[in-house]
DNA sequence: GATGAATGAGGGTTCATTCAT
DNA sequence: GATGAATGAACCCTCATTCAT
């Protein structure tokens, strides 16, 4: 018992091995079962004791900071493809929430502990999430500047939709349209423009 | 022990008498702590036996259901009094949504099993998710009627926005303008009309 | 699984039953292995989950204080034998004393939450110990008028020699002599009497 | 990491300096937190890992017997200085076990160990406690000479009693007389010497 | 020697749910 | 029907100790 798995007892850097090892375990089990699942468990099939689990990462949030930094790259790569292929503003603001969308639902309840962290200051995943904002942030100004996004539009507010629609997409798997149906609704609202119809009055 | 706890000591319509004790119990119990919390706790706090709250509502979403059937009949006579009052049926539609955003944050955590039962056909929940769709489908089909809705949007994706929006607005408590700013978004999406930007090539 | 161990499966008034039971194996266990196991260990070896353990004895404290309540009565008999048997004050409070020090190595560490409680008024442990400063308070008061006690004892220091005395006991085993030695301190103290020395100067 | 903290970058008599230092910090810890703190803590607190002070101390009794060592030699000098100045054998004694008292409640929860140790020979605590019960034993005999004491006390007795007796104070804190009327209980005894009563008969 | 990662049994506790009474 | 005792898996977490590096 005990053993990471590749071989041999506890080879050479095991706690890079096991750190690893345990990350690969966790995600296999976030994916499936979600991210509610037992921290002793995840321990258990990564086969090493809930005390070198809770050694590497001292509670469930920490164990999913870890493995969202791991994602977090991808994301920067993508950030990165978008500024460098997209001349349009909006239509790169378009796909960098995509893929924060994307990157939300990597994981079943994911949306779920994103949110409880933006109101907790000192949480791991907050950091996470003021990165995103950020980076939103960038992409919406460069819109509004270039008159494609709405002027009263806040980076914090697309996170937020974006992340409300990852949440709301685990339920509505079973309708296939869903995801697209949201993403319009979030980029062009459910009203027509009233230029189209006349003033309000 | 075991008596109804308000005042009277349970004469014969026990069953009706209990069900509904339990229900007050229940959700001053949801309101205050969410609905996450014991069951137990709530038999308890209502003077019976968890066998006897379990006999009225086998799990935690048929208490929920129940309590939400209650509540349902305020949304109800809010929806008549929209469909009076309001003329003008892009407006309505927006009424409604805000009237059922509102509902939905009636208990913490609501949506968290609401979106559940999106997934599953026979969840006492999921008829009155339906109920709330069918409902917006006639708001925004009269919308869309007048010209004042997207043809594209659909009923239910937009209860999955509302959805969603309640379900991230507890987290944004901080920030006092997101409500607002997510309705807005919602509304008018955060991308300019293209007319007002011309064509898109 | 499950059972209270005597034959069928849950026969009648079982809530007894298992309290007693429960009583019987915690009785058990901590003559032999001291008051420091394992609660889930004294739930599983009696037969019942720790969920069933829990709900009758809320923590440790209460386990060990339920435990005690029985032997109490056995100092309660004692008590009342010394008082109808013993004419003479002085050894009526030697023969309580005695009592209460056998009462207090009952069990192999005992006297340590016994002298924690002393601090916490709330204890149900607090409560057994009052009723042993209040008995020797009594017999110590009797002792006193006769003459046959230093009138500046207290009972409560003489519980807590007591206790010490008890405490000190589980370890001077391997010294036959001890137990009486300590006895024979606590009554007589190591300093002979000035008056057969004359005066200190 | 890894270095001893307090300013040196650990230089060549690595182990002494180690050794020392480790005592110190499990001075100050013990002081504070009683003796039941983490071993894990006092060595991360030292700066070392808990490998390093396995090898020093191979568990948490050597940790303490070398502690005890140090303050040893404090009361060793109280020894020598009652020796020195104390004419009347019987209050020399008297000092002493009250040397021993304070000594005995350095650090919250030390009796326990000591009496532990007591059953068993090979202990290191064991050895500290055989010094005590000789110097004892030496005033003893010489108080017993003098007829300051019973000729029936034996030093191993007057040190577990003064043993418990440092024991029990740790709960009677409240009570801020114990400690005195517990000493004078040691002393004289709670039962009046029968000379002045007359004989038992 | 020193290190500190790993171990893993064990701690107390909670709670949805069942079922004998 | 109502009751509430029983269940027992699961939770997170701690820490003395070992041992590969």
Redesign the pocket.
């Known amino acids: 018992?005990?053993?990471?798995g590749a071989g041999?007892?506890?080879?050479?850097?095991?706690?890079?091995?096991?750190?690893a090892h345990i990350l690969e375990v966790a995600e296999e089990f976030f994916s499936e079962r979600g991210i509610?699942?037992?921290?002793?468990?995840i321990?258990k099939q990564?086969?090493?004791?809930?005390?070198?689990?809770?050694?590497?990462f001292?509670?469930?949030e920490a164990l999913l900071a870890a493995l969202l930094q791991t994602r977090d790259e991808e994301l920067v790569s993508r950030r990165d493809a978008i500024r460098r292929e997209e001349a349009d503003s909006g239509i790169a603001l378009a796909r960098w929430l995509e893929a924060m969308g994307e990157w939300l639902t990597a994981f079943d309840g994911l949306p779920e502990p994103l949110r409880a962290a933006l109101s907790e200051e000192t949480s791991p995943l907050a950091i996470t999430c003021q990165g995103f904002i950020t980076t939103t942030d960038e992409f919406l100004h460069a819109a509004q500047r270039d008159g494609a996004a709405h002027p009263w539009v806040r980076g914090r507010d697309l996170f937020l939709t974006v992340l409300a629609t990852a949440w709301v997409r685990s339920a509505a798997l079973a309708d296939e349209s869903s995801p697209q149906a949201l993403h319009a609704l979030m980029q062009s609202g459910w009203m027509t423009p009233r230029t189209e119809r006349g003033p309000l009055t």
Chains 1, 2, 3, 4 share one sequence.
């Open positions: 018992m005990g053993a990471a041999a007892r506890r080879p050479r850097t095991d706690k890079q091995r096991n750190r509610t699942g037992s921290l002793d468990a321990a990564a086969g090493v004791g809930p005390g070198t689990l809770y050694r590497h001292p509670n469930r």
